[in-house]
């Protein structure tokens, strides 16, 4: 696979268009570096049949790029590069270009929404994630990392399942370290290690993590995810001071008065820290079988906001969050195949790499049949609804 070259005023391709591809907040990002560059986008591009228009410039979909293959297409996606990549490749766009010199750029923070501030000021993980493609390794863009099932709020929504938690239990973190250890050996990197629940410090062993990881040389960054509503034990504050880790706080308004709490304890520990507001979330549905055609969990999967949400559960790396806490809570089958059991993995270190490589190329998974489809491009329903109990459910298996 060939690379990507860095867009600058250099290299971009005079006469021909510039295209951003992702009318989302990487693509915020583009507009500002950009307009710092003298240039301004004459087209966004993203696969939304739901967006005409993004920071008032117009947004044509992939499938008109096939007759602008000179045109400069930047890429402005993280989670999602490798993918659009090879799909501009596939059409024959002949000028493909990263960000990594544009978010080189001292932008002027006070033009970023909240959220292209967070992305700017972690841009190191896009720079990261440009780099291993160039260098066709194993990669991970983000890996999940489960540390417990229980959490301190009750979302009704919550795309991870964890309202369905009956009696919610903490992972015994050292039972599972061996086979995290084991894909660690075998992948080339991991540009984000997200640790989370659940409420991630409602593990008081949950520090253990970062201790474990924070010095290995193929994890670049480790970000903690927590609705802060609870101060964590000094165990975990000590490793939250660690120079790779960075806390992301979920604001649903709810919960804004404890956040400020918490915030306050890291402004003294000197912690990483960055809020976010939530005021709407995907809709993924219930858990109910759906017996869908193999297009449609093609389609569902295609437009999933969580299809590259690789997540780390009791010593197995699923391709989905959702799918490894639905066999997790047995509302689904145990289909093997959507995820890799590295806790029993007995085979060769060459087909381990194999194996992963398969999950991380998959295009749709037999768990798609029990979710809705949270599509990427929609924000339908109201984040951190609250329910009184766990949602009770019939077991399938």
Partial sequence: MSSTVAFSQKTRIKEEPIIVYGASVYGELAYVALKQMGYKPDYYCDRSKYREEYLGINVIGPEVLKEMKKANVIIASADFFGEIKFSLEKMGCENLFDMTEMLKIEL?????????????????????????????????????????EKCSLKCKDCSHLIQYYQHPQNIELSKYKSAFDHLLAIVDSIAELRILGGEP???????????????????QSISVYTNGTIVPNDRIMKALQKSKVKVHISNYGINEKKIEKVTKVFDEYRIKYFVRKYDAWQDAGGVEFRGYSLEKKKAIFSECFERNGFTFLNGNLHRCPRAAHAINLKVMPDIKE????????????????????????????????????????????????????????????
């Fill in 108 to 148: 002027p923070k006070e033009q970023l929404s909240n959220r292209a501030l967070e992305m700017y000021d972690n841009r190191q993980h896009y720079m990261d994630v440009v780099q291993s493609q160039a260098d066709e390794k194993l990669v991970f863009n983000r890996i999940q990392y489960v540390v417990t």
């Fill in 338 to 397: 959507d995820y890799v059991d590295l806790l029993h993995w007995s085979g060769t270190e060459k087909e381990l790499e194999e194996r992963l490589k398969k999950l991380r190329e998959c295009s749709w998974l037999e768990a798609c049949d029990y979710c809705g489809g949270p599509n990427n491009h929609m924000q339908n329903i109201p984040a951190g609804r609250q329910i009184a109990e766990p949602i009770a459910y019939e077991m399938k298996c």
């Fill in 201 to 219: 410090f409602l593990n008081a062993d949950m520090g253990d993590v970062i201790e474990w990881y924070h010095d290995s040389d193929k994890i």
